[in-house]
Each structure stands twice: as structure tokens, then as C-alpha cells.
């Protein structure tokens, strides 16, 4: 038989009961303790409206109904301010979180306990939050009819509710989200482009903070699935050594990008504190216009010698792992660096260990485009032949990059 169960607009305004069964006040708040249990309410709240808070603890509780708690130890302590609590009603009643289940943000209106027997008494454990219609009533009849009447009532409206164990709260401060064991493993679970949509969602402070309490992979990975300028917006907010770590792991055209959306002094100080490699990667990507090719290309391909095998492609794509899901093409280039041809990749991963790249390229002209040309330009090449990338060349017909279509695809979007 299933547990019974509390609501937290019940809880607030229960009657309280001392060892006399006289009223000693009521509930005003409840709080749970991370560290120490992470679903089960470790005190609850007397006071409020002018005169000091007053706390007692779970294992004081003999009994809870709806008619009221009856304490086993009456014994009340003031509350003095505990970073490491989660009040309920002051910090999650109306309070945005993440609905890591369901991958979006939702605004928590009402709590539901269950109220589950010790053998000394009885504990209250969070089993949900809810969000939907039934709690918004719960809420507009709190303290205006019987809380038995309102149970009734709300059996005609379906429940809508998240299991406690999908909710991440988003707290703002670093030590505060320590000493409230938030974990962040579900979010970073998560597919970037759905944890982009949350942070999308939320305020500039909570982004901040999302993107702060996340690991730096995924952090990278998710500010990639967003528009440049919310990129720029979010990697201001950091500290410049947080930011420049978050850079390195995007691709180098991404994060050129985001760079290019932010004042020159806050680019600047970031760009200070990456990697050499990296930086200088992004410094070459940011001499080109936004609107031409050079603007458009990523830095991140694999290329090959043009006297290289078969076997020297697989080697390539093992020592590339990062790459090698997302390499359609391979490119291969003389002693000088310039575009010899262009292979598709699952030919070469079929053909013998031994055989030449260049035989299985062809003797065919690879089509390419000059870092200035416009991206117009570009998108029309992409368009006509069917590309899923196109190199680009410097001014000496090196090979300086390629674009990709996903590239293509984001600029036909923010157009």
C-alpha cells in the first residue's frame, strides 16, 4: 500500500502540537539538508511576522496529518541563517529549476512528501515537485477552504508532476551549491543542443551559473549549440580563466565567433589567458570578415600528404578521434602545403592498406574557394554541388581551412 502523502501547501500553516497537545505554533517553512539526506525534511520552521524563528527537528516528530504534528520532543532552538539548508518555501516554492528528465524549465508551484513511518515516529521525504493545474489550484485554495474539501476537489484535475530525483535547482553560488551537494551530473548528461535550450530559457545570472558548475567539455560543447551573441554574453560573465578554458575546447571558428561578438578590451583579456596553440589558431581566424570564407572556415581537418596510403588515412583518423565522427572528406596537399585533391573518406577507409590516395582521388581539379570570398558565394557552391565541405585557400593557394555545412547551416539560420 503506497505511503501517504503531504503537500507543502497543507504543511504551511499546519497546526503544531506540544507533548500536552496544546498549539504551539505553526508551520511556516521546512528545509531539507543535502548533505546529510538528500530527500527527507531535517526540520521544520515555527515564526515569522515579527518574531524569531523557531526550528525543530525530524526526529522530534511523532506524528503529521492534516489535522496537525504531534511532537515527541517539544524542545524548540532559534534559527540562525545555515547556508548548508534548502528551505523550501523561501528557495524552491516558485523557484525555476531544471526538469532534467523532461529537459526543460519549469517553475515549481507546490511539494509532495511522503510521510513514511520510523518506528519512532514519522519523516516527511520529497517525492516531487509539481508544476501543473492541480497544484496551481492547491495553491489558490490554501488557507481559503478545508484542506480535505481541496483534496476532493483536485481528484478532476490530472496531476503533473517531476520526480525529485530529475529536479536540479540552480543556485547562483559556488560554495552555496557545494554545501547543498547539488549535483550537475544529470544536466551533463545531457545533449548539448537540449541543455542549450535550457540555458536559452534562463536569466543571465543562472546561465552564469550553469555554465559555471558544469565540467569545462561540456560547458564548451554546450555554449556551441548557442547563438554568438548569447555565446559572447555568457563568456563575459566569466572570469577571463574560465572563459579562455571554455574557448579552448570549442572549435576554432566557434569560438573565433564568440569572440568576435564581445568588446575588444574583454576579447582581448581572454585571449590572453589561452593556450598558445589554440590562440593562435582563433588570432588567424579573427583577421578574416565575418561575411567571407575565411570567416566562415574551421581550422580542425585532417590532411595528408599527397603521396600518402590508405593506410596513413586510418592512422590519421585513429590519432584523431575528436575528428574523425564528424570527417566526411580528406584532403591532400604537396610538400608547399597546397590543395592537391580531395577524397571522401569511407573510400579510402575501403581500399587497401597500400594503395595511393591520390589514385583513389582522381585526376579531377578539387573544388575550392579563396578565403575572401564572400559568403554568398559560398552557400551557392554548398547549394549547387551538394558539399558537406569545401577548402579554402589562402592567398598562396594553401590550404588555410574548410567550411563545413554546418557551418552553412547556422548562417542560413541567423539570416
Not at 579531377?364 to 551557392?380: M, T
Request: aromatic share 4%; hydrophobic share 45%; proline share 6%.
Amino acid at each position: 500500500m503506497a505511503a501517504p502523502i503531504l503537500y507543502m501547501t497543507e504543511l504551511l500553516g499546519l497546526k503544531v502540537y506540544d507533548l500536552k497537545h496544546r498549539v504551539i505554533g505553526r508551520v511556516a517553512d521546512a528545509a531539507l539538508v543535502p548533505a546529510e539526506h538528500p530527500v527527507r525534511v531535517d526540520r521544520f520552521f515555527i515564526g515569522g511576522r515579527g518574531w524569531a524563528w523557531m526550528t525543530f527537528r525530524h526526529d522530534q516528530v511523532k506524528s503529521i496529518s492534516l489535522d496537525g504534528i504531534e511532537l515527541s520532543d517539544e524542545r524548540l532552538v532559534p534559527y540562525h541563517a545555515d547556508p548548508s539548508i534548502l528551505r523550501l518555501e523561501r528557495y524552491l516554492l516558485d523557484q525555476q529549476i531544471i526538469d532534467a528528465g523532461g529537459r526543460k524549465v519549469v517553475r515549481v508551484t507546490d511539494i509532495t512528501f511522503e510521510i513514511v513511518e520510523t518506528g519512532r515516529g514519522v519523516e516527511l521525504c520529497v517525492l516531487e515537485v509539481d508544476v501543473g493545474l492541480r497544484s496551481i489550484l492547491r495553491r489558490l485554495a490554501q488557507g481559503v477552504l478545508p484542506r480535505r474539501v481541496v483534496r476532493r476537489i483536485q481528484t478532476r484535475v490530472p496531476p503533473n508532476s517531476i520526480p525529485w530525483q530529475y529536479c536540479n535547482i540552480i543556485e547562483p553560488d559556488p560554495q552555496r551549491r557545494l554545501r547543498l551537494n547539488i549535483s550537475m551530473a544529470p544536466l551533463e548528461k545531457m545533449h548539448p543542443a537540449d541543455l542549450a535550450d535550457i540555458v536559452e530559457e534562463l536569466s543571465p545570472e543562472d546561465r552564469e551559473a550553469i555554465i559555471e558548475a558544469i565540467d569545462t567539455e561540456t560547458a564548451a560543447e554546450t555554449i556551441s549549440e548557442l547563438d554568438p551573441e548569447v555565446q559572447a554574453q555568457i563568456l563575459e560573465s566569466l572570469e577571463a580563466d574560465h572563459a579562455a578554458d571554455i574557448l579552448e575546447e570549442m572549435a576554432p571558428d566557434e569560438a573565433a565567433d564568440a569572440l568576435n561578438e564581445m568588446e575588444e578590451e574583454t576579447s582581448e583579456e581572454i585571449l590572453e589567458e589561452m593556450e598558445s596553440a589554440p590562440k593562435a589558431e582563433v588570432e588567424e581566424l579573427l583577421e578574416y570578415d565575418a561575411d567571407t570564407a575565411g570567416g566562415l572556415m574551421t581550422t580542425e581537418y585532417i590532411s595528408l600528404h599527397e603521396e600518402a596510403t590508405a593506410a596513413d588515412a586510418a592512422d590519421a583518423l585513429r590519432g584523431n578521434p575528436e575528428l574523425a565522427e564528424s570527417t566526411h572528406t580528406l584532403f591532400l596537399i604537396d610538400m608547399d602545403g597546397r590543395l592537391a585533391a580531395t577524397l571522401p573518406v569511407t573510400r579510402a577507409l575501403l581500399a587497401p592498406p597500400g594503395q595511393l590516395l591520390k589514385e583513389l582521388a582522381g585526376g579531377e581539379k578539387p573544388l575550392a574557394v579563396s578565403a575572401a570570398e564572400p559568403s554568398a558565394r559560398v552557400i551557392e557552391l554548398f547549394d549547387k554541388y551538394n558539399l558537406l565541405s569545401l577548402p579554402v585557400l589562402d592567398e598562396e593557394g594553401r590550404l588555410a581551412g574548410i567550411v563545413t555545412v554546418d557551418d552553412v547551416i547556422s548562417v542560413l539560420r541567423e539570416g
